[in-house]
């Protein structure tokens, strides 16, 4: 394929309002990340997936974000009654192998609570 | 715990002159960094990883264990280098990246 794909490219959601950010990532790469991006910072983790297995979700930020991978390709990054402070860039990466080696970006979904 | 410090969040160089985008780590053994690099409009994209000591679009970084750094250089900057740069290191369970806050570089004409 052409590459990480994330959707919606931008999202507005009032704050209380659930989302669901989706990745699908390149084709035959087992491992799958989740990052934050604030504004003027770098990406932070968030969690990851080795095929379908959530294997560290310890930069999660609370209770309210949840991730799956439930075939082990698409993945779904979902924020429950957002708040302003959720409001970022949320990245997709994935690689071929375990995590260490290159990773590849998808374009990100920007998350924009009011 | 795993740290990587960018110190300048700007960075303005003429074309042909020399650049040095600095980062500092903070890491507890043998660490196995990467510069990343985002242009305009593009996706962050993998630049460089010390591991393979590779020279990638003409730059190159040293792993200097002595002063915990690892700055990425170029000999003569192109106008095409403009681009916000990365430095990031493995932490946690090894697997995931820290990243640095990143230096927005401008090579101006």
């Known amino acids: 394929g052409a590459g990480v794909s994330q959707s919606p490219r931008y999202k507005v959601a009032k704050r209380g309002q659930d989302v669901a950010l989706r990745c699908d990532p390149i084709?035959?790469?087992?491992?799958l990340f989740w990052y934050q991006q604030a504004l003027g910072q770098g990406p932070e983790f968030l969690t990851y997936?080795?095929?379908?297995?959530?294997?560290?979700k310890s930069g999660l930020p609370s209770d309210r974000f949840f991730a799956e991978r439930p075939e082990g390709s698409v993945s779904t990054l979902k924020i429950q009654r957002t708040q302003q402070e959720d409001s970022a860039v949320y990245l997709c990466?994935?690689?071929?192998?375990?995590?260490?080696?290159?990773?590849?970006f998808g374009s990100g979904t920007q998350l924009s609570v009011l | 715990a795993q740290r990587v410090t960018q110190p300048e969040k700007l960075l303005s160089v003429f074309k042909g002159a020399p650049v040095e985008l600095k980062c500092n780590y903070s890491?507890?053994?043998?660490?196995?960094l990467f510069w990343y690099v985002q242009y305009s409009r593009q996706r962050l994209q993998l630049l460089l990883r010390?591991?393979s000591r590779e020279s990638i679009k003409g730059f190159t970084a040293d792993l200097n264990k002595g002063e915990t750094s690892f700055h990425l250089k170029k000999p003569f900057a192109q106008e095409e280098d403009s681009a916000m740069y990365y430095c990031?290191?493995?932490?946690?369970?090894?697997?995931?990246?820290?990243f640095g806050s990143g230096t927005q570089l401008t090579v101006l004409p």
């Open positions: 997936f080795q095929n379908e297995a959530q294997l560290d």
């Open positions: 990031a290191l493995p932490s946690g369970s090894a697997r995931q990246l820290t």
């Open positions: 890491y507890s053994g043998s660490p196995e």
């Open positions: 084709s035959g790469h087992v491992s």
């Open positions: 010390h591991i």
């Open positions: 990466a994935s690689s071929l192998g375990w995590g260490r080696e290159k990773l590849f």
